[in-house]
């Protein structure tokens, strides 16, 4: 169908078709993370060299049985990554009609839990054939391709048609929704989550619209939605847990802030009613000064000297010490850990947890080139240690100056703006990811950009765009991504304090009621 290859980019598993001679037919373009090579660089390419560096046909190849029209079986693939790394890969293979085979890779290197799970997936798979005969016969073979592999998703997925029908939609989506013997494909998609009318935020009403909250089979589901041609593409999440802990964390801040806020006017009243206090409070003033230069002294003091790159910063607090924090360094393999963090709240405890997370950053992940592997590491040691209701939001990216690449990955934090001069715009760009220091066992999504001449990186934590002026307007990301393409062509620092200069205009003299970081730089 019009919208399937577009489909397999949003599923994390690899998919290969064969023919009879092992050459690649096809290739989805997730075999990057096991190749390093774009599936236009596979074609026509036999499987067995590219994919696993052997010379022969694997030993357990299972294209002999899909010859003799016999059952194949799973097999497992236990391979080095182009970045070194060891994966396991558990395959599966289809026999999509003579002389083409298809072969799903799933990453089971995690637990043996997921191999498990991808097991009984593929069991459910092929009972699923049912649903393949009601589809148009001019589509069928396709059809029954795409919905084997929407049917290995733990997420419950549906593509609608323009008149809102169900055109197609997993086994997941059907127990999630608790739609057993009820017949999909004659119901319309907002019928899924129990409504009588079409959706308010339907993207085919607003096509800016990509996610939305509902709560529906007294589940709260997370829904993204992508709008491929004429279909819209709904995926959906169980993420009742996830919300209802992140709810109670809200909670439990706000009843510390509300303590906070009623000390400080209880201190207030003490200092007017005893003169002496002025004394004391003067002295803590002095500390807290103190504190917030020991915490200056603790960023960077030069950023990275890399010929054919400017690399600017900025930092100030709200307060005498704050929670923001920015870092570059410098490991021994000629790489660059390039990030910024913001701890939640204000002042000393903010500080404090700060540099922890420096001295952990500094100390476990020297060396470690992939972004996601240290957020996840730096998040582990955090939940060791950090047993207050304070957490962390970090976007750290490795950056590797010989060939121009950044990996990057998000720990619950604001996106890179990414200024991309062959275009003349910015991106925003992320990864999902939990904030660091309030769950084990989190695993970080990575990404990679590759960055031109004239490209800039724009790293920085929220007081940034959520600046606010005296009438409680934030700043916002569309001024702050005007100014990054207004002064592109600067060196960066200059660009930098340009853009605080127009932070400062706008809030007209108000305080920064947030800690402000800018950590960026450009390729010259």
């Not at 829904?223 to 009742?240: A, C, P, Q």
């Not at 947890?353 to 590491?377: F, K, L, N, P």
């Not at 062509?489 to 920064?512: A, C, Y």
Request: overall charge negative.
């Amino acid at each position: 169908m019009e919208y399937s290859s577009e489909i397999l980019n949003f599923i994390s598993e690899i998919v290969l078709v064969v023919n009879d001679k092992f050459q690649i037919q096809y290739c989805s373009p997730q075999v990057k993370q096991l190749t390093g090579k774009g599936p236009e660089k596979m074609t026509g390419k036999k499987c067995h060299m590219v994919m696993f560096n052997k010379m022969e046909p694997c030993k357990d190849c299972q294209l002999a049985k899909l010859k003799d029209n016999r059952i194949p079986l799973d097999i497992e693939h236990d391979t080095i990554t182009h970045r070194g790394f060891r994966k396991l890969f558990s395959a599966k293979f289809i026999k999509l009609e003579d002389n083409a085979y298809a072969e799903i890779l799933s990453d089971i290197t995690s637990t043996k839990k997921l191999i498990d799970k991808l097991t009984r997936h593929s069991k459910e798979l092929k009972a699923s054939n049912v649903i393949l005969n009601l589809k148009r016969k001019e589509t069928e073979k396709e059809h029954r391709f795409i919905l084997r592999t929407i049917n290995s998703l733990n997420d419950g997925v549906m593509v609608v048609n323009p008149d809102l029908t169900i055109n197609v939609s997993n086994s997941s989506l059907i127990d999630m929704c608790s739609l057993e013997g009820k017949k999909t494909p004659e119901m319309r998609c907002y019928e899924v989550y129990g409504y009588t009318e079409q959706c308010k935020d339907c993207p085919l009403l607003d096509p800016k619209n990509t996610r939305a909250f509902r709560e529906a089979h007294g589940k709260k589901l997370t829904v993204t939605m992508n709008h491929f041609d004429r279909y819209i593409v709904e995926s959906l999440r169980d993420t009742t847990k996830e919300l209802k802990l992140i709810d109670e964390i809200k909670n439990q801040q706000s009843v510390l802030h509300e303590k906070q806020r009623q000390m400080s006017l209880l201190n207030e009243d003490l200092l007017r009613m005893n003169d002496k206090l002025k004394v004391a409070h003067k002295i803590i003033d002095e500390e807290l000064t103190q504190v917030g230069q020991i915490q200056a002294s603790l960023l960077p003091e030069t950023l990275p000297q890399i010929e054919g790159y400017d690399f600017g910063a900025f930092y100030t607090p709200a307060e005498h010490a704050g929670g923001d924090y920015y870092d570059c360094i410098e490991m021994s393999n000629g790489y660059w850990g390039l990030g910024v963090a913001d701890v939640s709240g204000h002042g000393i405890p903010a500080s404090v947890i700060m540099a922890i997370t420096r001295a952990i950053m500094r100390s476990y992940t020297y060396d470690v080139i992939s972004s996601s592997e240290a957020v996840a590491m730096v998040n582990e040691i955090l939940c060791d240690n950090i047993h207050t209701n304070d957490f962390v939001t970090m976007f750290y990216t490795v950056f590797n100056s010989k060939n121009g690449t950044l990996n990057y990955a998000s720990a619950g934090h604001n996106p890179l703006l990414f200024y991309d001069k062959s275009e003349m715009l910015v991106k925003k760009i992320s990864c999902h990811g939990m904030f660091l220091g309030a769950f084990d066992m989190v695993d970080y999504e990575e990404g990679e950009l590759e960055i031109d001449s004239g490209d800039i990186v724009f790293l920085y934590t929220d007081g940034l765009n959520e600046a606010m002026n005296r009438s409680r307007e934030q700043y916002g990301y569309d001024q702050l991504i005007s100014k990054i393409m207004m002064f592109a062509s600067l060196p960066v620092s200059e660009m930098i304090e340009n853009i605080m200069e127009d932070v400062r205009n706008f809030t007209q003299g108000h305080p920064f009621e947030d800690d402000i970081t800018i950590l960026a730089f450009k390729k010259l």
